[in-house]
C-alpha cells in the first residue's frame, strides 16, 4: 500500500471536520449578520433580500451538480490510490463550471424579474429582491468558479484552507455591509445596492484565494486549455453523479418557492418572520452540515478504496452525533426563542408569529439530521438515484402538500409550515436509515477501476 492511500484513506472525521464546522460556521453567520444589519434598515428589505436568495440559491443548487460528481470521484479516486485520475478531474470541474456559470449569469440577467414575479411580491419588497438579484446575479459565474475550487480542496482534506479563505471573505462582506447601511467613513448609505457590491466584492477576494490555494496544495495551475477542452468522459461522469445528487437539493429549493408563495399569502409579517427563523435554524443544523459534509469525503474514501465494513460503522455513528447535537441544540433554541428574535426585529407582530415556530425546530430538526447525514452518504456510495426519487415524492407529495393544507386551509399559518416541513424531513430520513442499513453499495459498481 502506497504513502498516498495511506494518506488519504487514514485521515480522521475530526481533522476533516472542524474546519469546515467553522467555515459553515462563519458562512451562515454573515447571512445572520447581514439580517441583522439590514433589519436596522428595513423589514422590507430583509424579506425582499431573504427572497432573493432563495432563487440565487436555486442557481448555486446547479453549481453544485459539478462540485457534488467532483467531490465524490476524487474522493473514490484518492481512496483507490488513483492519483492521476483525480487531478484530471479536478481540471474537468473547473472548466465545467466556469462554462456553467456563465450561462446562469446570462439568465439571471434576462430574467430575474419574472423568476421574482413567481413569489407575489410588490412594492418595496419587490423592489429590494429585484436590484438583490440582478446586481449579485452578476458575479454567479464567480460562485460557480469557487464551488468547484472548494470541491477539490475539501477532496483531497485541505479543509483548513477553504476555512481561512471563508473567515477573510466574510470580514469583507461585513465591512461592505455595515458601510452600504450605515454610511460609515463619509460614504453615503447605499442600502441592498452596497450589500450587493459588497458581495461581489468578496466573491472576487474568494476566487483568487482559493486559485492560490490549488495551485500551492496541489499544483494545479489552472490554464486556458482547462476551460476550451474539457474531457468529455470526465463530464460525462460528473454529470452522472452530480445530476441525481444535486437533484434533491434542487427539488427541495423549487419546493421552499412554492412554499415561500403560501407563506406570502399568509402576510407580510409571516414573510419576514420566515427569513428570521431560517436564520436562527441556522445554528441547529450547522454542526450536522458540517460532520456530514466531512463523513461524505471519506465515505467516498472508504468504497474507492473497498472498505465496506468501515463504511457502514462511519455512516451510523455519524448520525448518532449529529441525532444527539440536533435534540440538544433545538430545545435551546425553543427556550431562548424570544430573546433571539429581539436581535432581528421588534415588530410585535412578526415576533407573535415566530415564536410558536421556534417550538416546532425541536420536531423537524432532528429528522432533518437523519436525512442529511444518511442521504449525503449515500451520494457518496454511489446511490445517487434513491435520494433524488424520495425527495421529489416526499418534498412535493408532502411538505408543499402538506404546507397548503395546514397553513393556509387549516389557518396554522408559518407554524402549519414548518410542522409540514418536519413530516417531510422526518419520513426522507426514515427511509434513508433503512435504505443505509441494507448496504446498497453491495448492489453496485461505484468507480470504474481504469484499464
Excluded at 424579506?47 to 473514490?76: D, H, K, P, R, S
Aim: hydrophobic share 55%.
Amino acid at each position: 500500500m502506497s504513502v498516498e492511500k495511506n494518506k488519504y484513506q487514514d485521515q480522521s472525521l475530526f481533522n476533516l471536520t472542524w474546519p469546515l464546522f467553522i467555515e459553515i460556521s462563519l458562512h451562515m453567520s454573515v447571512g445572520i449578520i447581514a439580517t441583522l444589519i439590514l433589519s436596522g434598515y428595513s423589514d422590507n428589505a430583509v424579506a425582499g433580500v431573504g427572497v432573493a436568495n432563495q432563487i440565487m440559491n436555486i442557481f448555486i443548487l446547479v453549481f453544485n451538480v459539478t462540485a457534488i460528481g467532483a467531490t465524490i470521484l476524487i474522493g473514490q479516486n484518492l481512496g483507490a490510490n488513483q492519483i492521476k485520475e483525480a487531478r484530471t478531474i479536478a481540471r474537468s470541474a473547473f472548466g465545467l463550471n466556469f462554462w456553467i456559470g456563465i450561462g446562469m449569469t446570462i439568465i439571471v440577467a434576462i430574467f430575474g424579474g419574472i423568476f421574482l414575479n413567481f413569489y407575489g411580491l410588490s412594492g418595496e419588497v419587490y423592489g429590494y429582491a429585484h436590484t438583490y438579484l440582478v446586481v449579485t446575479g452578476l458575479t454567479l459565474c464567480l460562485e460557480a468558479v469557487a464551488l468547484a475550487l472548494s470541491a477539490v480542496l475539501r477532496s483531497y482534506g485541505h479543509t483548513r484552507e477553504t476555512m481561512f479563505v471563508t473567515i477573510v471573505m466574510n470580514v469583507i462582506s461585513i465591512i461592505g455591509f455595515l458601510i452600504a447601511i450605515n454610511g460609515l467613513f463619509g460614504i453615503p448609505v447605499t442600502g441592498v445596492v452596497g450589500v450587493s457590491i459588497s458581495i461581489i466584492v468578496a466573491r472576487l477576494f474568494l476566487v483568487f484565494a482559493l486559485l492560490y490555494f490549488v495551485y500551492k496544495r496541489l499544483a494545479i495551475r489552472y490554464r486556458i486549455n482547462d476551460i476550451l477542452k474539457i474531457d468529455k468522459t470526465n463530464t460525462k461522469n460528473l454529470m452522472g453523479i452530480g445530476i441525481p445528487s444535486a437533484g434533491e437539493q434542487l427539488s427541495y429549493q423549487l419546493s421552499q418557492v412554492v412554499i415561500t408563495s403560501f407563506v406570502a399569502i399568509v402576510g407580510d409579517a409571516a414573510l419576514a418572520a420566515r427569513v428570521y427563523i431560517l436564520n436562527i435554524s441556522m445554528f441547529c443544523f450547522m454542526f450536522t452540515m458540517a460532520i456530514s459534509q466531512g463523513t461524505q469525503i471519506l465515505v467516498a474514501r472508504y468504497i474507492g478504496a473497498k472498505q465496506y465494513k468501515r463504511t457502514l460503522k462511519r455512516g451510523l455513528k455519524t448520525l448518532q452525533i449529529a441525532f444527539f447535537v440536533s435534540v440538544v441544540i433545538s430545545f435551546i433554541i425553543a427556550f431562548t426563542g424570544e430573546s433571539l428574535l429581539g436581535l432581528f426585529t421588534e415588530d410585535p407582530m412578526i415576533i407573535a408569529v415566530a415564536l410558536p415556530v421556534l417550538w416546532a425546530i425541536v420536531f423537524i430538526e432532528p429528522g432533518r439530521a437523519v436525512n442529511m447525514v444518511l442521504m449525503g452518504s449515500l451520494k457518496s456510495v454511489g446511490d445517487v438515484r434513491f435520494p433524488v426519487i424520495i425527495g421529489i415524492i416526499s418534498m412535493w407529495g408532502l411538505a408543499v402538500v402538506l404546507s397548503y393544507v395546514f397553513g393556509i386551509s387549516l389557518g396554522l399559518g408559518l407554524l402549519g409550515v414548518w410542522l409540514a416541513q418536519g413530516v417531510d424531513e422526518w419520513v426522507r430520513g426514515i427511509f434513508a436509515f433503512r435504505r443505509w442499513k441494507s448496504q446498497p453499495w453491495l448492489r453496485k459498481k461505484v468507480r470504474k477501476d481504469p484499464a
